[in-house]
């Protein structure tokens, strides 16, 4: 266990911390009376991420109908809490996506990432959680596996095995981590969280998406869970899991209103919105050679 631990420490010091300014923002938009004038003055003293934010907030995505020029448009059209999640989101989303471009793992992780924040951020409409604050859900969804990213970007050989060994045993990609690593995603997720200073639904999302307990239940962890389990159920992208649970805690069906398949059946056709997200992923990857990831 010692060897494991000194292994964790290892690979989140290895981890990029997130920009001052990133932790910011997450300080001034915890508090609901948060002045936009504050907000727009810490980004507009970080050049590079003001010019990050501008791209992803002009991106089609948002199809805005004018140019926005200045952070402080940005905030008047997207809102607050938008503008806090793309600048949560950058810096681990940028190492995504860059490394994809010669990884097809990261790639199908990349595509199944996204898949499970659609997806959670549909549920958590369906649970009537409004507009503004369902992005929170579709973050925690786009970031709940990143500890795969850490595994595979430290300990690519043997994590390689670990996909390999659950392919061939069909054992939960976690199990197989444990068996050739000694550790899994979910502690590293945990770890990352911590020391990003992520919000609460984000950290668990991150350490517990595949530990659901009554005791930790929150809105998030119910919806990043169960929308995990339903991308891989339609299967859109590959999170290199092979094992496809076929029911929810009854806890998580409580909660979110009906049984896995009847989940299933309130999705529609998410083919537009899935669409819509891969052209704001791409956003990140419009200065390489690489193609849009296809998510059809």
């Known amino acids: 266990m010692g060897h494991s631990k000194e292994k964790l420490i290892r690979l989140v010091d290895g981890m990029p911390a997130f920009p001052p300014s990133v932790y910011h923002i997450l300080k001034l938009t915890a508090d609901i009376n948060c002045a936009p004038k504050e907000l727009v003055r810490v980004i507009d003293l970080d050049p590079i991420l ?24 940005a905030v008047v059209f997207v809102g607050i809490n938008t503008i806090k999640n793309l600048a949560l989101t950058i810096a681990p989303m940028e190492m995504l996506s860059r490394d994809t471009q010669n990884s097809p793992f990261l790639e199908g992780l990349l595509s199944h990432a996204i898949a499970v924040g659609v997806i959670a951020r549909h549920l958590a409409r369906r649970e009537g959680i409004s507009e503004v604050e369902s992005t929170d859900f579709f973050v925690a969804g786009l970031l709940h596996d990143f500890g795969k990213i850490a595994l595979h970007r430290f300990f690519p050989r043997k994590h390689a095995k670990a996909l390999a060994l659950a392919d061939k045993k069909q054992l939960s990609l976690l199990e197989a981590e444990q068996q050739i690593l000694d550790l899994d995603h979910a502690q590293i997720g945990a770890l990352l969280a911590d ?27 119910d919806c990043v869970y169960a929308a995990n389990i339903i991308a891989k159920t339609i299967g859109v992208g590959d999170s290199g ?8 805690p009854p806890e998580v069906e409580h909660h979110l ?20 997200v891969q052209l704001f992923i791409h956003s990140w ?11 059809t």
């Open 50 to 73: 003001t010019i990050k934010l501008l791209q992803l907030v002009n991106s089609p995505y948002f199809g805005l109908s004018r140019q926005i020029g200045s952070i402080r448009q």
């Open 195 to 221: 020391k990003w200073r992520l919000p609460p639904g984000c950290a668990a999302s991150m350490g517990q998406h595949h530990d659901w307990r009554v005791e930790r239940s929150s809105p998030v962890l």
């Open 241 to 248: 899991n092979p094992v496809k649970e076929s029911t929810l």
């Open 257 to 276: 209103g009906g049984t896995l398949p009847e989940l299933i059946g309130t999705l529609g056709d998410l083919s537009g919105e899935m669409h819509k």
């Open 285 to 295: 990857q419009s200065g390489s050679s690489g193609n849009p990831i296809d998510l």
